[in-house]
Nanobody, 114 residues
Framework: QVQLVESGGGLVQPGGSLTLSCAASGIRFRLYDMGWYRQAPGTERELVATITSGETTNYNDSVKGRFTISRDNAENTVYLQMNSLKPEDTAVYYC????????WGNGTLVTVSS
């Protein structure tokens, strides 16, 4: 059974930082491309960042220079370091694992507000 469990969300002030984690089980983690997506109320889910099995990264233009995605294949975990957070970063953040099909976590809420 595949499980992706996100953690690390919460309330942070503008300009602050958070690190999200996604622990994967039930898959051969090192073979999967991993990603973070987000969905704000009333909007569609959008890509935030991805990291391939070969550790090539890709970012949404809106987070370039502020967010960093990384993975630890020994711990079956993917991370999203988020700095200089803005109110428009407020969303539910979802972890994604992709090889042939897609697996999704249940999401973790990030709220950026003063």
């Amino acid at each position: 059974q595949v499980q992706l469990v996100e953690s690390g969300g919460g309330l942070v002030q503008p300009g602050g930082s958070l690190t999200l984690s996604c622990a994967a089980s039930g898959i051969r983690f090192r073979l999967y491309d991993m990603g973070w997506y987000r969905q704000a109320p009333g909007t569609e889910r959008e890509l935030v960042a991805t990291i391939t099995s070969g550790e090539t990264t890709n970012y949404n233009d809106s987070v370039k220079g502020r967010f960093t995605i990384s993975r630890d294949n020994a711990e079956n975990t993917v991370y999203l370091q988020m700095n200089s957070l803005k109110p428009e970063d407020t969303a539910v953040y979802y972890c994604n694992a992709r090889k042939i099909g897609d697996y999704w976590g249940n999401g973790t809420l990030v709220t950026v507000s003063s």
